[in-house]
């Protein structure tokens, strides 16, 4: 599926985080902007295979960012790091370049500025970033990504099994503890206790 227009792209990502909002179209023009600076003009499509996308912030803009370039968890496409920024970089594989791009502080003061007749805060700023310029909207940068082998869709290795839990490990992240190899939460890394 080629590129289609931001409207279309509206109804998808309505569709798909169950509301449309300001965040959304956030997202949408980020992605729609990362991807034309990849200068990829099949992302979910004949691209796919050769985009992957690192998200800063879990939010409506990671749905919509995903609606865009087709990334996403299960496919190892869409990476998260939870570093609560309003921002993502766009990585081609195959040409080996990445931009990063991040949505301005100002944005919002300027969404006030244009249209400071629409009380509504999320109607405002919907309205304005539909029709902002790219440049106002968002700073971009060509960044380097090193992702490694085994964070790469479609990346194969043998599953090792915890030594302490039996439970199977995937994609290197076991660890090498004291001679034995432990998944993360046996490692002392769980984000949950017994209960
Ligand atoms: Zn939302
Ligand atoms: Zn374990």
């Given at each position: 599926m080629?590129?289609?227009?931001?409207?279309?792209?509206?109804?998808?990502a309505r569709v798909a985080h169950g509301h449309l909002c300001a965040g959304q179209i956030l997202g949408l023009r980020m992605a729609l902007l990362g991807v034309?600076?990849?200068e990829l003009d099949d992302p979910t499509g004949t691209d796919r295979k050769r985009l992957i996308t690192y998200v800063e912030i879990d939010r409506c803009m990671t749905d919509a960012i995903g609606v865009v370039t087709g990334c996403r968890l299960g496919k190892r496409a869409l990476k998260f790091r939870d570093f609560g920024k309003a921002a993502a970089t766009f990585c081609d594989l195959q040409r080996g370049r990445a931009v990063r791009v991040a949505a301005r502080e100002s944005a919002k003061e300027r969404a006030r500025e244009l249209y400071p007749e629409i009380e509504a805060k999320n109607e405002q700023q919907m309205r304005a970033y539909r029709e902002m310029p790219d440049d106002e909207l968002f700073e971009t940068r060509w960044v380097r990504v090193a992702t490694p082998s085994e964070d790469l869709p479609g990346y194969k290795a043998p599953r090792v099994l915890c030594a302490a839990c039996g439970e199977g490990v995937n994609f290197r992240r076991e660890?090498?503890?004291?001679?034995?190899?432990?998944?993360?939460s046996c490692a002392g890394e769980a984000y949950y206790t017994e209960a």
């Open positions: 080629a590129i289609l227009s931001l409207p279309e792209y509206e109804e998808l034309r600076l990849l660890v090498a503890r004291d001679g034995r190899v432990l998944c993360r």
